[in-house]
């Protein structure tokens, strides 16, 4: 009797648990506070200080959690950094945040290779203004087939990138691989 009322009430918080809509301010908070601790983009800053904070912050995370799904608040993704992979498991997020580009045009490719999970993509730009502005919107279906999107970006020089993904199913997870190159 007991295994059958928390099956109930299990199954019904499933059910009524609302999916919110993909937006631009899951990594708005972490854009803003890059922008405080950076200042004003210049053109003819290197990224060696954006670099050497994210290793620091990647460095003390992979000693705790290994960068794995743990994690917890958005990622930093470098531009022209290699891949980051993950799982975002069912009615959760995950959302990478770029340093300033130096490049006009850049591709955001996400690679769907494992799992069932129907998942939403939002990817965002903010300028030093704190103006953010959606620039793609994208869902990828709920099948078990790979599946690997290019976005490209136009008029990004000096903003930061948000690429935010919500799993919108259940039980099932989605498995990815996400970069940022100059195109």
């Known amino acids: 009797m007991k295994k059958l009322a928390v099956l109930i009430v299990v199954t019904l918080m499933a059910f009524s648990y609302q999916v919110e809509a993909q937006n631009c301010n899951q990594g708005d908070k ?19 200080p954006w670099k050497n904070k994210v290793q620091r912050i990647k460095n003390v995370w992979n000693a705790i959690a290994s960068n794995g799904s743990a994690t917890i608040g958005p990622r930093y993704l470098e531009l022209d950094g290699g891949n980051e992979t993950g799982t975002i498991m069912g009615q959760t997020k995950r959302t990478f ?11 955001v490719t996400i690679n769907k290779y494992d799992g069932k999970a129907k998942t939403g993509v939002v990817i965002c730009v903010m300028g030093r203004d704190g103006v ?13 087939n790979g599946k690997v999107k290019k976005f490209t970006l136009n008029n990004v020089k000096g903003k930061i990138i948000m690429i935010a993904m919500k799993n919108k199913s259940v039980g099932n997870k989605f498995k990815y691989r996400v970069n940022a190159k100059k195109k």
């Open 97 to 107: 945040v770029t340093p300033p580009s130096f490049y006009n045009k850049v591709e």
């Open 30 to 48: 972490l854009a803003r506070d890059t922008w405080a601790e950076w200042g004003p983009w210049k053109p003819n800053l290197s990224l060696n």
């Open 132 to 144: 953010s502005s959606q620039r793609v919107s994208y869902e990828f279906p709920n099948d078990r």
